[in-house]
C-alpha cells in the first residue's frame, strides 16, 4: 500500500520535451553540462557546475538516499552511464530533468535539477520502480 505522502509523490508531472521551457536557458545549458560532465567522467567539470553545498537525494525501494557537497556528488556522478539505454529531456514539475529507460524499455530513472546562480544546488532522482510505475510517464525516446 502507498502512502499518501508518496501518492502525492507520485502524482508529480513529468513531460517530455525538446527543449524544456522555463525556468529559463540557463537552467538548461547547466542541466546540459551536468550531464556531459557525468557521461564524460569529468571530475574537474562536474564541480563546476555543483554548488559547493548541493544536496542529492535518491528516491530508492529501501528509503531516500541523502549525499552533501559537490566533491562526494560529482564522485557518484555516474547516473547517466551504466544501465541507461535511453534518455530525454523532461520537465518534473516544470524544471528541466531526464527520464532514463533501460534497454528492455522498463524506467529507470526520473532526475530532476534545482539551479541557482548558475550552478546546480539540488538533485532529486526517483529510481524506485514501484514511485515510477506510479508516475504518468513519457515513452522512451
Do not use: Y
Request: net charge positive.
Amino acid at each position: 500500500m502507498i502512502s499518501p505522502a508518496a501518492a502525492s509523490r507520485a502524482r508529480r508531472k513529468v513531460h517530455a520535451t525538446d527543449r524544456p521551457a522555463c525556468p529559463g536557458r540557463e537552467h538548461q545549458q547547466v542541466v546540459q553540462a551536468f550531464r556531459a560532465a557525468a557521461v564524460s567522467g569529468d571530475f574537474e567539470a562536474l564541480l563546476r557546475v555543483l554548488d559547493p553545498n548541493v544536496k542529492l537525494t535518491v528516491d530508492t525501494p529501501d528509503g531516500m538516499v541523502v549525499t552533501l557537497g559537490a566533491t562526494e556528488v560529482a564522485a557518484g556522478a555516474r547516473v547517466f552511464s551504466g544501465e541507461v539505454a535511453r534518455q530525454r529531456p523532461v520537465l518534473v514539475n516544470g524544471i528541466p530533468g531526464h527520464m532514463s529507460w533501460r534497454s528492455d524499455g522498463t524506467p529507470l530513472s526520473v532526475i530532476a535539477f534545482t539551479v541557482a546562480e548558475g550552478r546546480i544546488t539540488g538533485i532529486h532522482i526517483v529510481v524506485d520502480p514501484a514511485k515510477l510505475a506510479s508516475i504518468q510517464l513519457p515513452a522512451p525516446a
